[in-house]
């Protein structure tokens, strides 16, 4: 029978409900997770630290962490999980397009996707009310699922993570495979995802039309050789055009705070 749930969650469409309840049978339950990816997160920001790799006080960190605490009360209204998020962040010294949230509120920005992007505060937010998002719904339990938890993902996380985490070290790493970094999001959580994140930002006070100019500007990072931000979240006209219906909804709530 497990082995029969093994191969439905892995090899066809399924629930997000239906993978989250099979890695809660394997143990990666809610708690276990954010427990994980807290102490990994302590671990990496201790190494990056000591490597002079944490940025805690550049022009750069100031917007992302003005965007953080911004969002973060929002994001707390919008949780579902039964897990009260120890929300963190941490900013990483790096030319790399990157950023995700880890399990429990552990958001990682890396300097390069707002430098290299030219990226505006509400294009930061986009970004991250994108990935609170994946966070809040859980979408790493769902992904560690139907990636039929090897380990909790690391053994996999690390394969793949390696080469879009470039030289922060091995907590970098074991941080980023437990959101599965290189493994990409389906279709549907990224859809998911882009949705929430678009209301989160316009709850928070920043304007939704910037998720458009985001993923604008990653279609031409794309066609410039593209980034590891976009080898887990593919950037197509699709997904603008799905976002662009959902702007009347985004736009009602963020016209509501002016």
């Not at 497990?2 to 049978?25: N, Y």
């Not at 605490?69 to 962040?89: C, E, H, I, S, V």
């Not at 882009?194 to 989160?200: A, F, H, K, N, R």
Request: hydrophobic fraction near 40%; charge should be positive; glycine fraction near 10%.
């Amino acid at each position: 029978m497990k082995k029969l749930a093994l191969s439905l969650c892995a090899v066809t469409v399924m629930t997000i409900s239906g993978c989250a309840s099979f890695a809660d049978m394997a143990g990666a339950d809610s708690a276990t997770l954010n427990a994980q990816s807290a102490q990994s997160f302590s671990k990496m920001t201790q190494e990056a630290r000591a490597k002079n790799q944490l940025d805690s006080s550049s022009s750069t960190y100031q917007r992302i962490n003005t965007v953080f605490n911004r969002l973060k009360p929002y994001a707390d209204q919008m949780n579902q999980t039964g897990q009260r998020f120890d929300w963190q962040l941490a900013v990483l010294k790096s030319d790399t397009v990157n950023a995700y949230v880890a399990p429990g509120g552990k958001v990682v920005f890396y300097t390069g996707i707002v430098n290299k992007l030219n990226l505006t505060n509400d294009e930061i937010a986009a970004v991250m009310g994108h990935e609170m998002t994946h966070a809040l719904e859980e979408h790493a339990k769902s992904k560690i699922g139907a990636q039929a938890l090897t380990n909790l993902a690391i053994g996999i996380g690390k394969s793949y993570a390696g080469s879009s985490i470039g030289d922060l070290g091995s907590a970098a790493i074991d941080l980023g495979s437990q959101v599965g970094i290189g493994l990409p999001y389906s279709r549907n959580l990224e859809s998911r995802a882009d949705y929430g994140g678009l209301m989160l930002m316009a709850k928070a006070g920043y304007n939704p039309n910037a998720a458009i100019s985001l993923w604008e500007k990653m279609n031409r990072l794309d066609g410039a050789g593209g980034g590891s931000f976009l080898s887990t979240h593919p950037s197509n006209t699709q997904r603008i055009g799905d976002m662009r219906k959902n702007l009347p909804a985004a736009m009602a709530v963020y016209n509501k705070r002016r």
